[in-house]
């Protein structure tokens, strides 16, 4: 059965639960808005598939000898380079990766702007989603189980996330895939889903808009002034607005 005796070691990457056969594992908000594993004990079999694919109980059998080349590239489109979060390099690589009828997975913000989901795209209108970074637990759904399909009928997949859900993407695949690329962003932590969404609902009640669209990383103040950015749609007029609400320092 999936249970970790430091609650805290979870990262909620659900793995676990798109490994269990049986569907008897979800993962489920706690108190504190994090995802973590609910098991329906009646209905597991004690198989041990789920702890097999948890990233922060196994290692991985890397093959490679280590850092092999560095590299400090930047996306020559400046508009590109504007809407993303730092180079625009995820953009440049994703581009190519379609060009050749692959498969992109990163992260979207919902509808509501209340949660984030690990989305996969095929097109570069649907790419600007997965543009910038979303600072908060993103729901990984069916997400490795798709991108062992997309695998498995040869097609290139291009896999963004956090160095832990990469991890657990590859415990899960449980082989090495020439053509699968990952991309790993740097991570010091995710926001409390649930604390988030309460934050949206206060500004939606303090502008009198509904939120369409949020720029964690807005450089319309400049690179070194970056900006949270809401994208708000006035309830009395059907008509986008911007507003550029919070400031966050330089250093973000």
């Known amino acids: 059965m ?19 056969s049986l569907n008897c594992i979800s993962l489920q908000l706690d108190e504190e808005g994090f995802y973590y594993p609910s098991v329906i004990t009646e209905r597991c079999i004690e198989c041990g598939k789920c702890e ?29 380079r504007f809407n993303s979060s730092s180079g625009g390099v995820f953009s440049a690589i994703a581009e190519y990766i379609i060009s050749e009828n692959g498969v992109i997975f990163g992260v979207s913000m919902s509808d509501d702007c209340k949660s984030a989901e690990h989305i996969a795209v ?17 729901n990984m759904g069916n997400a490795y189980l798709l991108a062992k399909e997309y695998l498995q009928q040869g097609r290139k997949v291009l896999f963004s996330g956090t160095p832990c859900q990469i991890k657990g993407l590859k415990l899960y695949l449980n082989k090495e895939f020439e053509n699968l690329i990952c991309l790993e962003v740097i991570c010091h932590g995710v926001t409390s889903q649930k604390l988030w969404a309460k934050y949206v609902d206060f500004l939606q009640i303090k502008l009198k808009a509904k939120i369409s669209n949020v720029s964690f990383r807005s450089k319309k103040y400049g690179w070194k002034d970056l900006s949270t950015k809401y994208s708000c749609l006035l309830y009395t007029s059907p008509s986008p607005r911007d507003r550029t609400r919070s400031r966050m320092p330089s250093s973000a």
């Open 52 to 80: 097999r694919v948890c990233p922060s109980i196994n290692s991985l059998n890397n093959s490679s000898n280590g850092i092999k080349d560095v590299w400090c590239v930047k996306n020559i489109d400046n508009e590109i």
């Open 2 to 20: 999936m249970e970790l005796q430091d609650k805290s070691m979870c990262v909620g990457c659900g793995a676990c639960v798109q490994r269990c």
């Open 122 to 138: 095929q097109s570069l209108e649907a790419l600007t989603r997965l543009r910038g970074s979303q600072y908060l637990q993103s």
